[in-house]
Each structure stands twice: as structure tokens, then as C-alpha cells.
């Protein structure tokens, strides 16, 4: 089975720090994808990557940057984070061709 | 715009019930449907995949259902378990799906 690991499960950090989240997956994927969760308003997706050093903004890109500089590991990086970046952050992969994604554990951070 | 709407927003049920959940897309073009289940604070696992020639799909007793004419698709649990309380998610699309909002279901004892 396809894994996806996301470094942590639950963050607390302060306004205005610099914040990474980490996602390794292991099953050679070329697509990987960043969504925020929150209540009322789905899943929602911030970046993707199709390919090593590739990126597109999703819908909601303000406030992040993301960076894959190996197949296996995409990480989204808050610039400057902020209390309303207070959310669950889902990290998925997806081969070409396999229309499914599969989906990490999830990061739940809170900016206080 | 590309729209997924799920239906109900919850739904509550007796454990040894059947339910449905209803999911309409406005999504074009379409390549594929796919049902998620998420338990509290994990990530979405996915149940059933469908392309647009496939109208049914089973995962033990999950059944999703596809009308490409209508754009609507269906999830049947079967016999639930209390460990099917979870949040439903439909997603259509390839590249940047559009998600649905999802439907909570809560099953009891």
C-alpha cells in the first residue's frame, strides 16, 4: 500500500514563525497535492507538484510556498504564519494515470 | 464553475441500517468520481473509484452508484457499523478535483 507520511500530527506554533510541513510518500508518485480542512469548507487545495521542482497554486495559494526538491517529499512551508492559518493540513499523492489520491494522516496546527 | 454537492450536510442512523448519500456535480470535463472516508481528525481513505462507463462499484458494503446523464452519483452503506460514523467525500475530477463539502454520518448503537 501506498504511504504517505506527514511529519507531524498536531503543531502549535506562534504568529509570525516561519512553519514547515513535511510529506514523504513512498510509492514513486509524480503528483503530490496540499489541501486545508476546515469546518464548512471542505477540503481545499493550496499547491500541487507534478514533478520534481514543479508547482502550481491551487485555490487558496496567499500565505504559503511550497517546495519539492525529491520525487518523494513535498513540503509546505507558511511564511509567516498566522492565526487564521489555524487548520488541518491534508498532504496526498497520485500516479499518472491512477485517478485516486492517497491521502496522509493529516497536520493539525493551531497559530497562537 | 465546477460544483460538487453533497447531500445531506449529516445524517444520523440506527447501527444494522442501510443509508444513501447523494452527491450532484457540475464538473467538466469529467474523467472520474471517487467516494473518501474520513474518521475524525485522519486523512480521507478512498472507497470506490468510477470512470464514466462504470455505473456501479462495490467495497464490501459500500456501493457507489453513477448516472453520467444526470451527473449524480450515490454511496449505499449496507447493514451499518458504528465504525462507518465518519465524514463522506465525494471528488470529481483529475488534477485540481473539485471536493465535495461531505456528509457526516453518525451511526448509533
Known amino acids: 500500500d501506498v504511504k504517505v507520511t506527514q511529519s507531524s500530527r498536531y503543531l502549535v506554533k506562534r504568529t509570525g514563525e516561519k512553519v514547515f510541513l513535511e510529506c514523504v510518500q513512498d510509492m514513486d508518485h509524480e503528483n503530490m497535492f496540499w489541501y486545508r480542512q476546515d469546518p464548512g469548507l471542505g477540503l481545499r487545495l493550496i499547491y500541487f507538484s507534478y514533478d520534481v521542482k514543479m508547482k502550481e497554486k491551487g485555490d487558496i495559494p496567499e500565505g504559503y510556498s511550497v517546495s519539492r526538491e525529491k520525487k518523494e517529499r513535498f513540503s509546505l512551508i507558511l511564511e509567516s504564519a498566522s492565526t487564521n492559518q489555524t487548520s488541518m493540513y491534508l498532504c496526498?499523492?497520485?500516479?499518472?494515470?491512477?485517478?485516486?489520491?492517497?491521502f496522509g494522516s493529516g497536520t493539525r496546527l493551531t497559530v497562537v | 464553475k465546477n460544483q460538487v454537492e453533497q447531500s445531506p450536510q449529516s445524517l444520523i442512523i440506527l447501527e444494522g441500517k442501510n443509508c444513501t448519500l447523494q452527491c450532484n456535480y457540475t464538473v467538466s470535463p469529467f474523467s472520474n468520481l471517487r467516494w473518501y472516508k474520513q474518521d475524525t481528525g485522519r486523512g480521507p481513505v478512498s472507497l470506490t473509484i468510477?470512470?464514466?462507463?462504470?455505473n456501479t462499484k462495490s467495497n464490501g458494503r459500500y456501493t457507489a452508484t453513477l448516472d453520467a446523464d444526470t451527473k449524480q452519483s450515490s454511496l449505499h452503506i449496507t447493514a451499518s457499523q458504528l465504525s462507518d460514523s465518519a465524514s463522506y467525500i465525494c471528488v470529481v475530477g483529475e488534477g485540481k478535483s473539485t471536493f465535495g463539502d461531505g456528509t457526516t454520518l453518525t451511526v448509533k448503537p
Open positions: 496526498a499523492s497520485r500516479g499518472t494515470g491512477n485517478y485516486g489520491y492517497t
Open positions: 468510477m470512470t464514466f462507463s462504470e
